[in-house]
Each structure stands twice: as C-alpha cells, then as structure tokens.
C-alpha cells in the first residue's frame, strides 16, 4: 500500500517530471498529477486524490487498471 504523505512520494513526481521533461517531446500539455495507484476507472495520485479515468493515452490500453483477469493474464505470461 502506498502511502501519500511519506516524503518520498513528493519527491518522486519533481524527479518524474524533469526527466519527462528532457526526455518526452512535448506534443500535449501534462497534467500535474503522479498516478501512484490505479483500479478499475479510478487512479490516485502520490497525494491520495482519487480521479476518474476516462482518458486513453498513446500507447495504452482502455481495459482499466488493475483489472484480476489481466493481472493473472500478464503474470502468467510473464513467468512463463
């Protein structure tokens, strides 16, 4: 379980966002947001604030996040 107010997880997003910053062409604005968790439709941030995914992304999937049939899915696959 993560927990949003150890000091590291602040750390962590100014970390996150430098190295997207040199590293991610800029073709869209980011939100200022580090998704820490993720279930069903729903993520949370490294803060604890809950948001309702109805985005998709390049290079992503809509199946939701966390989702036990894909977990079990990709871990067999994965150790397979």
């Known amino acids: 379980s993560h927990d949003p107010q150890e000091p ?10 430098s190295a997207d910053d040199q590293f991610v062409y800029g073709t869209y604005r980011r939100q200022p947001a580090l998704f ?3 279930a069903g439709s729903t993520l949370w941030d490294n803060r604890g604030e ?3 995914d109805l985005l998709s992304g390049i290079g992503v999937n ?3 996040h966390c989702h036990p049939a894909l977990v ?3 871990t067999r696959q994965a150790q397979g």
């Open 8 to 17: 590291d997880a602040l750390l962590k997003y100014d970390t996150i966002k």
């Open 36 to 38: 820490v968790q993720g």
């Open 50 to 52: 809950a948001y309702l």
């Open 62 to 64: 809509s199946l939701g």
């Open 72 to 74: 079990a899915a990709i």
